[in-house]
């Protein structure tokens, strides 16, 4: 068995889509009305369509996960950032662990945390 995809709530798939691929490059693989498939196993869901299914309520900002990425570059990473996403809502800017690993965590468009750090 393998994990094939990692699946987040999302109000509008098209404007989460932009916001994935304008700072991490993801691309359109399937879209299927309501559920995108994109590229490197993200996968967008639509609220209305999650809601329905688990006929429970979702809860934006509940940090009880996170999307983690690495990059190199983190400083060219915050200015795209703040150039594309003026209005991120930011849980910490860009800091130094004790381990020397910089990182950067912030909210998506959807409440989803993304945490962004140089790689170990």
């Given at each position: 068995m393998k994990l094939k995809n990692v699946l987040i709530v999302v109000k509008d798939n098209e404007k989460a889509f932009?916001?994935?691929?304008?700072l991490f490059g993801f691309e359109l693989i399937i879209d299927n009305d309501g559920n995108m498939i994109l590229s490197d196993g993200l996968v967008l869901q639509e609220e209305k369509y999650w809601t329905e299914f688990l006929k429970k309520d979702i809860i934006p900002e509940n940090n009880s996960s996170e999307l983690y990425f690495e990059?190199?570059?983190?400083e060219g990473f915050v200015k795209k950032l703040e150039d594309y996403y003026p209005e991120v809502k930011y849980v910490n800017r860009l800091m130094t662990h004790s381990w020397g690993q910089r990182v950067i965590r912030f909210y998506d468009p959807d409440g989803n945390l993304i945490e962004v750090g140089t790689p170990l």
């Open positions: 932009r916001f994935y691929h304008d990059e190199a570059d983190i």
